[in-house]
């Protein structure tokens, strides 16, 4: 019988390395244990839990249309990664995943994954920003402009599943903000915006973005278009001041909007800087030229736009203005204070290897 064992042993050892040319012997490998790993069950046939065995947190935006069936197919999946049955949450109006994604650290996690769009990715990282732990994320919102920023999978949540549980660890910048003189911390991870984005952002109702999609702002937008620009005092890292009449300023740690449009083309994620952009059209024919600027990418120094690269900035206005942090509305201030935190939270993100799968098309399997 032993023998019988060791000829086994031999046979999926050649077995991997003979293959290891063709589709890779590491992924062979992590097949093998993957499949060693069968699920200890109690008398009912129920899964337990097993102290050995990796465990992920799904945090849920059940108001999202495909929210649903992310449960079913997380718990599917790290059955079949050899996981512990994932620990579900779903968010509510009075807790839009930071108290959640809190729990989910008591608990002991080794991810956290937050499945919904801006605004939960934002409540999530907010209780995970400072940690060791990861998150993982499953775009299901309108924009999804993080996950576009970071390159993920849009519309194949199982796919981005697979790369919460077994992705590549990248380090990334957090911003902050504060809406009022001494007031609270808030974390973003894309854009905070006050003035006319805000204005989109408030003005866009959720049945819009259901029956059109991300094409909901451009309809909101265009009724937010004319309207009377706002003087601002801005200073940048305590120390250069300039006061403008402008219709929005946006501080950004990454730049990519829907449809490929780099509002800030020269943000980058882990820079440990913010890109803020000043966009100061007086009238609706200048519009035009702040439109050509974003298509162009030449906002930096464009028609009726600028941006500069700094560590914090403090915008400060004479009436009050829409303000919105990653795409969530937070009503009207005057005041707006943005920095940023280095490196600050760790994000799944796809291997080299599950990229190469993902553009064949032939991952997973």
């Given amino acids: 019988m032993m023998w019988l064992v060791i000829v086994g042993l031999v046979v999926i050892v050649c077995g991997a390395f003979l293959l290891g040319n063709r589709i890779g012997s590491r992924r062979i490998l992590k097949r093998l244990r993957r499949y060693s790993r069968r699920p200890e069950l109690d008398d009912d046939g129920v899964e337990e839990y097993a102290p050995n065995r990796y465990r992920a947190a799904l945090i849920v935006n059940p108001t999202k249309a495909s929210a649903g069936r992310i449960a079913s197919t997380a718990e599917a999946i790290c059955r079949f990664e050899g996981w512990n049955p994932p620990l579900i949450l779903e968010t509510t109006p009075e807790d839009a995943g930071e108290g959640l994604a809190r729990l989910a ?16 990715i934002r409540a999530v990282a907010s209780a995970l920003a400072g940690t060791s732990t990861p998150m993982g994320i499953v775009p299901l919102g309108t924009g999804n402009l993080l996950a576009r920023n970071l390159d993920l999978v849009l519309d194949k949540p199982e796919w981005a599943l697979r790369i919460a549980l077994w992705g590549r660890n990248r380090a990334v910048d957090v911003g902050t903000a504060q809406i009022s003189r001494g007031g609270p911390t808030l974390v973003f991870m894309v854009m905070t915006g006050l003035g006319f984005d805000a204005e989109v952002m408030a003005k866009t109702t959720a049945n819009a973005k259901s029956r059109l999609g991300w094409l909901a702002y451009l309809e909101a937008g265009s009724r937010t278009l004319v309207g009377r620009p706002s003087h601002v005092k801005i200073t940048y890292d305590d120390d250069y001041r300039v006061t403008a009449r402008v219709r929005s300023v946006i501080g950004g740690n990454c730049g990519k909007l829907q449809g490929g449009i780099q509002l800030l083309p020269e943000a980058i994620i882990d820079d440990g800087l913010l890109d803020v952009l000043v966009v100061s059209p007086k009238n609706l024919g200048q519009w035009v030229g702040v439109v050509a600027s974003i298509i162009g990418r030449r906002t930096t120094k464009g028609l009726h736009t600028d941006i500069r690269k700094c560590h914090n900035v403090v915008i400060e206005s004479k009436d009050p203005l829409e303000v919105q942090l990653d795409g969530d509305p937070l009503g ?34």
């Avoid at 650290?105 to 939960?120: F, M, R």
């Fill in 105 to 120: 650290l008591e608990e002991g996690v080794d991810v956290v994954i937050a499945a919904g769009g801006d605004g939960t």
């Fill in 332 to 365: 009207t201030t005057g005041y707006l204070a943005m920095a940023v935190d280095p490196g600050a939270i760790t994000v799944r993100v796809p291997t080299t290897e599950q990229r190469r799968e993902i553009r064949a098309e032939a991952w997973p399997v």
